[in-house]
């Protein structure tokens, strides 16, 4: 079945950088587009960024944009989120996501499979 499973967020100050990952299976990753949405406390869920399934395409959330890039190893099945100059508007349970096609999107229904997330908190 398919399988997503995050990790890397925890605890930093503001200006500080996290990498997160997202390893991938029961699936052919490689045919697959994939996202990261965030939900911070009190608030819906919002895309962040999404991969095509080469790479060749990403799409960022404005709020992120130039500070946040995501990335792909497919022979690895995982994508990445490395997060660079954090802010404390950026606290949020961070998930991973797949999509049942090759291109990316910034929709939460076009992506069908979920992982439980990792949480990262910046403080101030």
């Known amino acids: 079945q398919v399988q997503l499973v995050e990790s890397g967020g925890g605890v930093v100050q503001a200006g500080d950088s996290l990498k997160l990952s997202c390893a991938a299976s029961?699936?052919?990753?490689?045919?697959?587009?994939m996202g990261w949405f965030r939900r911070a406390p009190g608030k819906d869920r919002e895309f962040v960024a999404s991969?095509?399934?080469?790479?060749?395409?990403?799409y960022y959330a404005d709020s992120v944009k130039v500070r946040f890039t995501i990335s792909r190893d497919n022979p690895k099945s995982t994508v990445y989120l490395q997060m660079n100059s954090l802010e404390p508007e950026d606290t949020a349970v961070y998930y991973c996501?797949?999509?049942?096609?090759?291109?990316?999107?910034?929709?939460?229904?076009?992506?069908?499979?979920w992982g439980r997330g990792t949480q990262v908190t910046v403080s101030s």
């Open positions: 029961g699936f052919t990753f490689g045919n697959s587009a």
């Open positions: 996501a797949r999509r049942q096609a090759v291109a990316a999107a910034r929709e939460a229904p076009q992506f069908d499979y």
């Open positions: 991969i095509s399934w080469t790479g060749g395409v990403t």
